[in-house]
């Protein structure tokens, strides 16, 4: 598998610079979308990885999905089940939920959280 690190860090860093709204997802869905392009990275919002289950965006292989609620624990499942798919080969969360320092990989796929707190800072 190709090292995806610096596609990641560059969703990051495109990520991490844009102030965003926490106002409600399907906004911060746009806001995503819009500081991705400005960035020149290609993504499709809302790619569906099966009938029941489709993530917010896919750039290339990366899945990047946008939480401003729910527990922990239970936007943890929904990125596991996520990188399950063979289209995932790595994730990137972005919003509040805030996931604990460290974490690197999700279900043995490279893994990034983007508070979006961070553009306000």
């Not at 610096?6 to 990520?15: E, F, G, K």
């Not at 500081?35 to 965006?57: N, Q, V, W, Y």
């Not at 239970?74 to 080969?89: G, P, S």
Request: hydrophobic share 50%; aromatic share 6%; charged share 20%.
């Amino acid at each position: 598998m190709t090292d995806l690190t610096p596609q990641l860090d560059a969703i990051a860093a495109a990520l991490t610079a844009r102030r965003m709204s926490v106002n409600t997802e399907s906004q911060l869905q746009a806001e995503i979308g819009a500081a991705l392009a400005a960035a020149g990275i290609k993504a499709t919002a809302e790619h569906r990885l099966a009938p029941a289950s489709r993530i917010d965006f896919l750039a290339g292989a990366i899945g990047i999905e946008a939480k401003i609620k729910g527990s922990r624990l239970a936007v943890w499942r929904q990125l596991e089940r996520y990188a399950a798919f063979e289209a995932i080969h790595a994730l990137v969360l972005v919003g509040t939920v805030v996931m604990p320092a460290g974490i690197d990989s999700c279900g043995g796929k490279p893994f990034r959280f983007v508070s979006i707190g961070k553009g306000w800072l």
